[in-house]
């Protein structure tokens, strides 16, 4: 499968700093990227789309000013947690897509734990 | 708004028994995934079905697809101990993002 890597794996901060997440697809050119969170014991929901080089939309509830996102290139995005809470402590995972391509393939996830 | 059912959410099941789990999705769509998590990991791909009738196998675990009945399965045989996780199917909407159904969390005992 497509090799995703996700940095940091881990984070814990103190509620009002800003978190950065980066999402590298290693082997393909990824044109769309998407954003999904888990909270513990709950599924996956989607909270962005981003495409190379536009700008992201985001699901219904989800604050694009909290969450920034930028998909510079097609093989690096990124999703910026602006003055986060404890409420946004979940995990973030990121799937790079080739659009087109049958396969989805998930990064590893940040869990990101907010003080 | 596509909407994605999985039943049963929980199920504990011995090792060696078979058992299947369902997934109904309430619009039409062409690209139906199964995955598997392991506690405080990612999701891992199984499956992907792309058309009506589509089935696939792995191992112990085996997948199919009705897209007239808007139903996928997972059926899993012999279960082992090593198939303990939860398992989520997730339908592609028009923009190839991907809408998760609840998710069934297998626990095989002994």
């Known amino acids: 499968g497509a090799v995703v890597s996700q940095h940091p794996s881990r984070v814990i901060c103190k509620s009002g700093t800003s978190v950065k997440i980066e999402c590298r697809s290693l082997?393909?050119?990824?044109?769309?990227m998407f954003w999904y969170r888990q909270f513990p014991k709950q599924s996956l929901m989607l909270m962005a789309t981003?495409?190379?080089?536009?700008?992201?939309?985001?699901e219904q509830g989800v604050e694009k000013d909290k969450f920034l996102i930028n998909h510079a290139s097609l093989t690096l995005s990124t999703l910026t947690v602006t003055s986060a809470h404890p409420e946004d402590s979940s995990f973030y995972i990121c799937?790079?897509?080739?659009?087109?391509?049958?396969?989805?393939?998930f990064g590893p996830g940040t869990r990101l734990t907010v003080l | 708004e596509l909407k994605v059912e999985q039943n049963p959410l929980f199920l504990s099941m011995q090792e060696g028994k078979n058992y299947t789990i369902y997934c109904n999705y309430s619009?039409?769509?062409?690209?139906l995934y199964w995955y598997r998590q392991d506690p405080g990991k990612s999701l891992e791909s199984l499956f992907v079905?792309?058309?009506?009738?589509a089935v696939k196998q792995e191992g112990r675990l085996m997948a199919s697809l009705d897209t007239k009945a808007r139903l996928s399965t997972l059926h899993i045989t012999a279960a082992v101990h090593d198939l303990s996780a939860t398992y989520f199917c997730?339908?592609?909407?028009?923009?190839?993002?991907?809408?998760f159904g609840k998710g069934t969390s297998l626990l095989v005992t002994p």
């Open positions: 799937t790079p897509y080739a659009g087109g391509a049958n396969e989805q393939f």
């Open positions: 082997d393909f050119q990824a044109t769309t």
């Open positions: 981003s495409n190379e080089g536009s700008k992201a939309t985001y």
């Open positions: 619009t039409t769509s062409d690209r």
């Open positions: 079905l792309l058309s009506n009738g």
């Open positions: 997730a339908v592609a909407n028009s923009g190839y993002a991907l809408n």
